[in-house]
């Protein structure tokens, strides 16, 4: 081992055994647990690029991703590909450009390949193809519905009528989760596909769910039946027009959040037609009138041989005038007047509306606590019926209350229970992405200091020189001569300096120092 390797080592070999495993286990956590807060710090963050993706869109996305070289996760069964976060948004509009993904089927891009050698069967194929997918990605974008698929059969043309054969259209609906479609939204679809496809008529279009329950209804053919879906509708709208109009309402009088109110309508939708006819008995009308006249006086009377002469008007002899009367017929015919009226009664009239108001009390606080009392210690006042009364009134006012319709106001005095609202929640603040990151990077330093502290500090407090055997350096000569005169005149020094403190003494006790003296001489001579 090298002279400088032995030299760092030497106060690790100086410990017992017991020491060392304890010394190199620590060292080796230590390692191991910096190298892996450097590995979760470098980790790359991955985010969903795209998700619910179908099987087609999610090879055609991993081609690309995989043709630029990017780092790709795929999650949810297949359905979802992650990428690193700093570039989702920049692959989400590489991607988009290119198409995809494309939603569920090919559309009309099938046709920007242009194939010279396409036989007329194959260019229809393709239409139908990319009619399907055009329709499938429309539909997939309505709110609650995840994923479409539509098929379209499309008979070819005939010369007569009588063999002429319909198209018909056949949706399948994948419905995200707790999510359903209402009548109206199942109908917008059925028209949608109906508009989009030359000769297919609403009621040949089928709508289905994922479990196979059939959404659309076939139209009948009565117009009254027909109907049943508008009526629905208009008496809902009319209900939720009349209750946003009384909350608001409300909500100026008792406040926001204090009061509820439901309106229940009833409508008219017959359809009457009246018609009335009338006769007058009193008065009489010319029905017909007929009238002839005729009048008979004397007349020239040509006499003699026919001829031309008795032709251009030239009397022959013989010729003379006839004698002649008069006649006046006339006829009145009387009918008794008559009128005749048709009245065509509108549809949808208002025939009821009820309406019940729920009404929260006042909560004041005890004189103990007022200004100083929780929620919890607030005591319920119930309103006055004087109060109720005046609410009564302007919701009826706001209605058209009529008496004569049967209509009902209920105003109701009822403490509301504190319940918890339950609806789309906006993210926690500690899950923001700098909140995150600034944590993220907080727990390694903190990781980083608690190494410092607890292990590298006690491993250099365990090695420290007090701690090991102490080892008197070798000295030269040299040193050892100048230590010795410097100890030698120390001595001296300490020596002088006690002669001069016994001089001292003397002169301040004589007396005693004779004794001593006396005494110390006295001992040697006997000795």
Do not use: C
């Amino acid at each position: 081992m090298p002279e400088s390797l032995s030299r760092l080592f030497e106060p690790f070999l100086a410990l017992p055994p017991a020491k060392r495993w304890i010394v190199g286990g620590v060292v080796a956590l230590s390692v191991v647990a910096f190298a892996v807060m450097i590995m979760v710090a470098n980790k790359t963050d991955y985010k969903p690029l795209f998700a619910n993706l179908t099987s087609e869109d999610a090879g055609e996305i991993v081609k690309k991703l995989k043709e630029q070289k990017i780092p790709f996760q795929i999650a949810s069964d297949g359905k979802a590909v992650l990428v690193p976060a700093d570039k989702v948004y920049d692959l989400r509009l590489s991607l988009a450009s290119e198409g995809l993904p494309q939603g569920g089927g090919i559309g009309f891009e099938i046709f920007d390949r242009k194939n010279f050698g396409m036989t007329e069967f194959v260019q229809k194929l393709n239409y139908q193809r990319a009619l399907q997918g055009e329709l499938a990605r429309t539909i997939s974008q309505i709110s609650g519905v995840e994923q479409a698929r539509v098929h379209l059969a499309i008979p070819e043309k005939s010369l007569f009528m009588e063999n002429e054969k319909p198209a018909t259209a056949s949706i399948v609906l994948k419905m995200k989760a707790n999510r359903s479609l209402r009548e109206n939204d199942v109908q917008g679809i059925v028209h949608l596909a109906a508009s989009s496809v030359e000769g297919l008529e609403p009621e040949h279009v089928t709508v289905l769910d994922g479990r196979g329950k059939v959404l659309s209804r076939i139209s009948p053919s009565d117009a009254t039946s027909k109907m049943t879906s508008t009526m629905q509708e208009t008496q809902r709208a009319y209900e939720k027009s009349m209750e946003e109009r009384l909350q608001s309402l409300l909500d100026k009088v008792v406040g926001a959040e204090r009061s509820v109110a439901r309106v229940s309508a009833t409508f008219d939708f017959k359809q009457v037609e009246k018609y009335e006819e009338r006769y007058d008995p009193d008065s009489a009308a010319v029905r017909s009138e007929q009238r002839s006249e005729e009048k008979d006086s004397g007349t020239n009377v040509a006499a003699g041989v026919p001829g031309v002469q008795t032709n251009l008007g030239r009397t022959a002899p013989g010729s003379g005038m006839t004698g002649g009367g008069s006649r006046s017929d006339e006829t009145l015919n009387y009918e008794v007047s008559r009128s005749t009226a048709r009245t065509i009664e509108p549809v949808g009239t208002l025939s009821k509306v009820s309406v019940a108001i729920l009404v929260d009390g006042k909560y004041e606080a005890p004189a103990a606590q007022k200004g100083g009392a929780t929620a919890a210690k607030l005591k319920y006042q119930p309103r006055t019926g004087e109060e109720l009364q005046k609410i009564e009134a302007l919701v009826k006012s706001a209605v058209g209350f009529s008496a004569e319709r049967g209509d009902q106001v209920t105003v109701a005095n009822i403490p509301f229970q504190e319940m918890e609202e339950v609806g789309e929640t906006s993210p926690a603040w500690w899950s923001a992405p700098v909140f995150v990151s600034l944590l993220k990077n907080g727990l390694i330093g903190l990781g980083f200091l608690a190494l410092l502290l607890f292990v590298v500090r006690p491993l250099l407090k365990a090695l420290r020189p007090e701690s090991l055997p102490q080892f008197e350096p070798l000295e030269s000569p040299e040193e050892q001569v100048q230590k010795m005169l410097a100890a030698q005149k120390a001595k001296i020094a300490s020596q002088s300096v006690n002669q001069l403190e016994l001089i001292e003494k003397v002169k301040q006790e004589p007396y005693q120092t004779s004794q001593v003296l006396k005494n110390w001489i006295e001992s040697k001579n006997k000795a």
